[in-house]
């Protein structure tokens, strides 16, 4: 039986993807290029928050999760995101350390996914990010305990009152949050999707093998 839900979602449209077409001929032969290449597309038509990524893990059982968090950076070796050890998502990422990452701009009819092996950053590149934090992202970080269940919210609004007194009292000189850590989503497998407004989707996937990576078309 159809619920009053399931009208409303048949009611909805996709949008017609404007902006530039891709053409799979001319993707480059690394596809983090072609990642920094669409981003900048996104950022072009006005995608809000185009850095929004969901990131899906696996924990010890085998059940998959996923939430949105913020692309912190990308290279050649890994998509990187910040995440606490202590988290749920923390606790996956170091205990099965695999992970998938989807970005979606509609506006541009685009998907990107990536999925691959997991690895935590160095202590320099995790100081380095922390750094570049705002001072209420670096307290949240000290103050830890993210998805524990909130009983006392006047404790949270205290610890997080004043985001200078909590880094100079909690750690100070410290560079980091001791949970906190970037995690490297590997690059090994990538696809892009591009929607067509004639129903002409193209999706190219690249394959890392030993000589750099492999490229094939998919059926949409
Ligand atoms: C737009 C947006 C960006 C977010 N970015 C992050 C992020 O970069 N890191 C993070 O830990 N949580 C981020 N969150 C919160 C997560 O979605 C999630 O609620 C939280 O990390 C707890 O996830 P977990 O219980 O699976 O560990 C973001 C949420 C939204 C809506």
Redesign the pocket.
């Known amino acids: 039986m159809r619920s009053e839900l399931s009208g409303f979602l048949a009611g909805l449209s996709w949008p017609r993807p404007q902006g530039p077409q891709f053409d799979p001929e001319t993707a480059p032969t690394d596809p983090v290029a072609l990642f920094e290449r669409w981003l900048r597309d996104a950022v072009a038509a006005d995608v809000p928050?185009p850095h929004?990524m969901t990131l899906a893990t696996v924990d010890v059982a085998g059940r998959p999760?996923a939430?949105?968090?913020?692309l912190e950076d990308v290279d050649e070796q890994a998509f990187w995101?910040?995440?606490?050890e202590t988290?749920?998502?923390?606790k996956q990422l170091g205990r099965v350390p695999v992970a998938a990452l989807v970005f979606h701009w509609p506006q541009l009819g685009r998907q990107v996914r990536v999925r691959g092996s997991v690895r935590a950053a160095d202590e320099a590149r995790t100081a380095d990010a922390f750094e570049r934090l705002s001072a209420h992202a670096r307290a949240e970080a000290l103050v830890d305990r993210?998805?524990l269940p909130l009983h006392d919210e006047q404790w949270l609004s205290d610890a997080l009152g004043d985001p200078a007194d909590l880094i100079a009292l909690e750690q100070p000189g410290a560079s980091s949050a001791p949970a906190w850590r970037l995690w490297g989503v590997d690059a090994g497998r990538m696809e892009f999707f591009q929607a067509a407004a004639d129903g002409h989707h193209v999706r190219l996937r690249y394959s890392r093998s030993q000589d750099g990576y492999a490229t094939e078309l998919l059926r949409p």
């Not at 939430?67 to 913020?70: A, C, F, G, I, P």
């Not at 995101?81 to 606490?84: D, I």
């Open positions: 928050a929004v999760d939430r949105v968090t913020l995101v910040a995440a606490s988290s749920p998502k923390g993210q998805s």
